[in-house]
Antibody, heavy 114, light 110 residues
Framework: VQLVQSGAEVKKPGASVKVSCTAS????????INWVRQAPGQGLEWMGW????????GYAQKFQGRVTMTASTPISTAYMELSSLTSGDTAVYFCVRGGDLDFWGQGTLLTVSS | QSVLTQPPSVSAAPGQRVTISCSKSDSNIGNNYVSWFQHVPGTAPRLLIY???RRPSGIPDRFSGSNSGTSATLGITGLQTEDEADYYC???????????FGGGTKLTVL
């Protein structure tokens, strides 16, 4: 099982970012994909989940209205889009497989700076 | 809002045993299935324990988990220098419909 994420991003405040996560080594549609972030010097923060089979989603209250999680099943890729970025969104973003959070992507560093 | 509480740091010598606790602020954590993650900064976190006490394939039996109801505990025996990392507990909170994490515990192997 591997989850490979897109590369580091630098965005200006107010912009949006879309991070991808390409899965291999298992049937993509049989596990949810979660997104978890870690800001500098902080702990892990769960953002939400999406079901690649049904498209169903569930977002942490803090991110509702600002995050969108989607997937393209033909290419086994999940996406997390975060809008209205602020410096507080500077963090490493991880995609994580399933309810057990058993496999993690390598992380994508997002830097939000003017 | 539910919060999982962990000690900020623990330390022990190589070969020793250490435990890390995880408690829930507003209710009995025994109602939750707790997972534990090891995170070496700059790498991807690794699942060590899920469903309170189950180890994924490939995780050494030096790592163990328990959930007494008042707190969940991660135990590590035969400490090795490569065990130095941050450790997080996590659980699904049904009332929030969200995954909640503890603040993390930094393990130092002296």
């Amino acid at each position: 099982v591997q989850l490979v994420q897109s590369g580091a991003e630098v965005k200006k405040p107010g912009a949006s970012v879309k991070v991808s996560c390409t899965a291999s080594g298992y049937t993509f549609t049989t596990y949810d994909i979660n997104w978890v972030r870690q800001a500098p010097g902080q702990g892990l923060e769960w953002m939400g989940w999406m079901n690649p089979d049904t498209g169903g989603t569930g977002y942490a209250q803090k991110f509702q209205g600002r995050v969108t999680m989607t997937a393209s099943t033909p290419i086994s890729t999940a996406y997390m889009e975060l809008s209205s970025l602020t410096s507080g969104d500077t963090a490493v973003y991880f995609c994580v497989r399933g309810g057990d959070l058993d496999f993690w992507g390598q992380g994508t560093l997002l830097t939000v700076s003017s | 809002q539910s919060v999982l509480t962990q000690p900020p740091s623990v330390s022990a010598a190589p070969g020793q045993r250490v435990t890390i606790s995880c408690s829930k602020s507003d209710s009995n954590i025994g109602n939750n299935y707790v997972s534990w993650f090891q995170h070496v900064p700059g790498t991807a976190p690794r699942l060590l324990i899920y469903d309170n006490d189950r180890r994924p394939s490939g995780i050494p039996d030096r790592f163990s988990g328990s959930n007494s109801g008042t707190s969940a505990t991660l135990g590590i025996t035969g400490l090795q220098t490569e065990d130095e990392a941050d450790y997080y507990c996590g659980a699904w909170d049904g009332s929030l419909s969200a995954v909640i994490f503890g603040g993390g515990t930094k393990l130092t192997v002296l």
